[in-house]
């Protein structure tokens, strides 16, 4: 009396790869989004810091950053100091000659 027992019911590479695929989903969509505001939040930090560094001059009384202007404006908005023409009279002093020795 052979019974021939029922074979267990193959789940197919399809269904494995359904299970690996949500698996994927479930576990990466979340790393990918808390990546995404991480990655947001240092491109608008760096592109935005004069303007949060002034912020918290005025409203919470840090001290304020060097060559921060009264109104607080963007320095890349102001006008800078320009360059000096070549024929300005330089900042360096320029040295005095030696005195020629005497040949005698």
């Given at each position: 009396m052979a019974v021939d027992s029922p074979k267990p019911a193959s789940r197919g590479s399809k269904s494995r790869l359904a299970i690996a695929g949500r698996l994927t989903a479930l576990i990466g969509l979340?790393?990918?989004?808390?990546?995404?505001?991480?990655?947001?939040?240092?491109?608008?930090g760096a592109s935005r810091?004069?303007?949060?560094?002034?912020?918290?001059?005025?409203?919470?009384?840090?001290?304020?950053?060097?060559?921060?202007?009264?109104?607080?404006?963007d320095p890349a908005t102001e006008p800078g100091p320009t360059e000096p023409s070549p024929?300005?009279?330089?900042?360096?002093?320029?040295?005095?000659?030696?005195p020629e020795p005497d040949p005698s």
């Open positions: 979340p790393l990918l989004l808390i990546f995404l505001i991480f990655s947001s939040g240092v491109y608008c810091s004069y303007r949060v560094r002034t912020l918290e001059a005025k409203w919470l009384g840090f001290e304020p950053p060097p060559g921060a202007g009264s109104d607080g404006a024929d300005a009279d330089s900042s360096v002093p320029e040295p005095d000659p030696s």
